[in-house]
């Protein structure tokens, strides 16, 4: 049977080593010198070699005849850590031998002499794993280690490993292994294993490793199994789905086109076609990463592919900063949301950015300047809420200055109260009618709401709802309806839940306000009702029943 890629081609020297040159360094003049440490932590992204530097460095120590550092993998000790045979290189897998016990017999066994290398040497992988108590037992181990006895430890976490394990290792941080250092390596292959392979597509398979060069050499095994010894790029995208920005960036050109139908009907068509809707949003969320990326100018052409590059480009030059960042936390949040229909999440995510985008351009398109010219005819302002100001110019200079929304100190048109009134009311009414539409959903959101009463319950006693400015305003019939409500919001907790949904539902932060309806404000203050005593009882959910005179 053959051997796969990735074990016929593992490093057998310290040269050998892709993309670690400042370990590989450190290690042959620690073996030249003979200054071999008692014990080493190797720590990194997987696939970068940490365990084969493990083993090549037990080959260094136990070598019969060095080469500047290097095993000359041809005498028995060598030999038999190559052919897994050595009874002085003892591997364990601290996934599966992660209790006290192991560790403890460890201990014990490390103390006997090797039996014909000049070491023993111990390779811990996954160390991370090991428990709290089996760190305490391997820690008194590294404290007073037998002089034949070296330790390896190797793990892709080194965050969970103790801080006195940590510091009684010398310690190598491994990192990820450069594209084109992983394209190099798999042309080498490629050449001896008589692949006829272009650069583009090493370049494919060299992205989508992530600095593995283990994953590197699966995917191009898998990738010669399944087309043989020829093998095209685009053999490699339709195989590995490589090309998944392709279809946000075509959800994401239709919002920027302001065309949010043709991007939810893009939605359905992919997921009908059998893409999986979670892995689309997964997309999405890729692509706010890569765009970032891109309009920073922190990626290069290499690392993203021509295609992929050019299309990030134009996508990134149409979109701002925060329009990106607010992406980004849409479809974030959007993946944590779960759903009967497997695409509302996705769905309501587009629907989100789609309205943050058109809001960006409106509030771009509201920007004014005012530009001051010799010419003798106003200079127009842009369109605004209300109706247009035209100003003269000041003086002869024709530099810009930023205009705010407040009129300026000079002369202008005056404008009339009927038209600001009804532009008010207008917008007014839009706010309203917003709020009419959503009060369902909000009500919904609160049902679980409150400390005493339930506050969706409270809310659906409102007899009236209305928005000014920054306020949305509670009307109530009764006052011991408000009083409850005024009870209940009293409460931080429960206060800070209410300004919560009402930002998520209305899309703004609203101070709240609680009145009763004018023709019910004297004759619902009855003189018991304005007692403090009944007040107290009413609020802890009593109700006037029936009054009587003095």
């Known amino acids: 049977m053959s051997e796969v890629l990735y074990r016929k081609w593992r490093p057998g020297t310290l040269n050998d080593l892709v993309g670690q040159d400042h370990i590989t360094k450190t290690l042959l003049n620690a073996v030249n010198s003979d200054r071999i440490s008692h014990a080493y932590l190797f720590c990194g992204p997987r696939g970068t070699g940490k365990t084969s530097t493990a083993r090549i460095l037990a080959k260094s120590i136990n070598c019969e005849s060095t080469n500047q550092g290097e095993p000359d993998n041809n005498c028995a000790q060598c030999e038999n850590i190559n052919l897994g045979r050595s009874m002085d290189l003892i591997e364990i897998d601290g996934a599966s031998n992660r209790r006290i016990a192991d560790i403890r017999e460890l201990s014990e066994k490390i103390h006997y002499s090797p039996t014909s290398a000049k070491k023993k040497v111990y390779i811990i992988d996954e160390v991370h794993m090991l428990t709290q108590e089996a760190f305490n037992a391997l820690l008194k181990t590294l404290e007073e280690p037998p002089n034949h006895a070296v330790l390896i430890l190797a793990t892709t976490d080194v965050q969970k490993i103790p801080s006195t394990i940590v510091s009684r290792c010398q310690r190598f941080d491994f990192k990820r292994i450069p594209l084109d250092a992983?394209?190099?390596?798999?042309?080498?292959?490629?050449?001896?294993?008589?692949?006829?392979?272009?650069?583009?597509?090493?370049?494919?398979?060299?992205?989508?490793?992530?600095?593995?060069?283990?994953?590197?050499?699966?995917?191009?095994?898998?990738?010669?199994?399944?087309f043989g010894t020829t093998i095209s790029v685009g053999n490699l995208i339709d195989f590995f789905n490589i090309d998944d920005h392709q279809l946000p960036i075509q959800i994401m050109n239709k919002l920027i086109l302001s065309d949010l139908k043709g991007a939810l009907i893009s939605v359905s068509d992919f997921y009908e076609k059998g893409k999986d809707a979670d892995q689309i949003l997964l997309n999405m969320i890729e692509l706010a990463r890569s765009l970032i990326l891109v309009k920073a100018k922190v990626v290069s052409e290499k690392e993203l592919g021509e295609s992929t590059w050019k299309s990030l480009t134009s996508v990134a030059s149409k979109l701002e900063m925060p329009d990106l960042i607010n992406m980004a936390k849409i479809f974030s949040a959007a993946q944590l949301q779960t759903s009967i229909t497997p695409t509302f999440p996705l769905e309501i995510g587009i629907v989100q950015v789609f309205v943050n985008l058109r809001d960006s351009h409106k509030e771009i398109s509201q920007t004014y300047y005012q530009v001051n010219s010799t010419q003798s005819k106003p200079t127009p302002v842009l369109n605004t809420p209300h109706k247009?100001?035209?100003?003269?110019?000041?003086?002869?200079?024709?530099?810009?200055?930023?205009?705010?929304?407040?009129?300026?100190?000079?002369?202008?048109?005056?404008?009339?109260?009927k038209e600001i009134l009804k532009s008010i009311n207008h917008v007014r009414e839009g706010l309203s009618g917003e709020l009419d539409s959503k009060w369902s959903e909000l009500i919904k959101s609160l049902r679980q709401t409150g400390h005493r009463f339930n506050l969706g319950a409270l809310l659906r006693g409102c007899h009236d709802k209305d928005i000014e400015g920054d306020f949305l305003i509670f009307k109530f019939k009764h006052v011991s309806h408000m009083e409850r409500l005024q009870t209940e919001i009293d409460n931080p907790t429960v206060f800070a839940e209410l300004n919560k949904v009402i930002q998520d539902i209305l899309a703004k932060e609203y101070?709240?306000?609680?009145?009763?309806?004018?023709?019910?404000?004297?004759?619902?203050q009855s003189p018991s009702q304005k007692s403090h005593l009944v007040k107290t009882v009413q609020a802890m959910g009593a109700r006037i029943i029936e009054e009587r005179g003095k």
């Open 511 to 524: 101070k709240i306000k609680i009145e009763l309806l004018n023709d019910n404000q004297n004759s619902n």
């Open 388 to 417: 247009a100001i035209e100003i003269k110019p000041v003086n002869n200079s024709p530099e810009l200055h930023p205009v705010t929304t407040t009129p300026p100190p000079f002369k202008s048109k005056p404008v009339e109260s």
């Open 182 to 226: 992983i394209s190099h390596k798999l042309k080498l292959v490629c050449e001896s294993e008589s692949v006829d392979i272009s650069s583009d597509a090493l370049d494919l398979i060299a992205r989508k490793s992530t600095g593995s060069l283990r994953d590197a050499e699966n995917f191009l095994e898998q990738a010669i199994v399944t």
